[in-house]
């Protein structure tokens, strides 16, 4: 089996192998620290000012960062819609913008994509993702949104269907009269 794989990779194999076992330690090591910090009577506070907090943070919650051109090629997202929401968070976020873009973003970013294709404008993106961040009690002002929204759809789906019987009228009086 060994000659069938050949010697490169069987090392970056093995590499791979080595590479996850340590990352799996590391994790490990990480969450030890913290319950017998617990343990000990150290809150959770004065914990998350140690330096390690927010790399046990980072792999406790399995959390990729990737840059705005990894999401680009990875989710297909218009440039405009990734732009429209760095600005977005830079405003929610008092001028601060992350370096890369987590799993929460990932999912903001598709809810962004899904109001921008059933018509909502970037104001009222804006407003329902600022409504979305808060997430307290259920979630009344965002159906709300949606209500009015659909319901304005509806106005505009209605009078095009007077539009089109006012046409189609006007063909069956002319085929009618000819």
């Known amino acids: 089996m060994m000659q069938f794989l050949g010697w490169p990779l069987f090392r970056y194999l093995k590499y791979v192998f ?3 076992q340590n990352k799996h330690l590391t994790y490990l090591k990480n969450r030890d620290t913290l319950q017998s910090s617990i343990s000990k009577g150290i809150t959770t506070d004065e914990f998350a000012k140690r330096e390690n907090f927010e790399q046990l943070a980072v792999q406790e919650k399995a959390v990729r960062l990737v840059n705005r051109d ?30 890369a873009y987590t799993p929460t973003d990932i999912e903001a970013l598709r809810l962004m994509l ?18 979305n961040l808060r997430k307290q009690g259920p979630p009344a002002e965002l159906i709300a949104m949606l209500t009015q929204h659909r319901q304005e759809r ?24 000819h």
């Open 18 to 20: 080595l590479n996850e």
């Open 70 to 99: 990894d999401v680009q090629a990875k989710y297909h997202f218009p440039s405009q819609l990734l732009s429209d929401y760095e600005s977005w968070r830079v405003k929610q976020f008092a001028g601060q913008l992350a370096p």
């Open 114 to 131: 899904r109001l921008q294709q059933i018509g909502f404008s970037s104001h009222d993106i804006e407003d329902f993702l600022a409504l």
């Open 154 to 177: 509806l106005a505009a789906i209605h009078h095009y269907e007077r539009q089109i019987a006012g046409i189609d009228y006007l063909r069956f009086q002319l085929t009618e009269n």
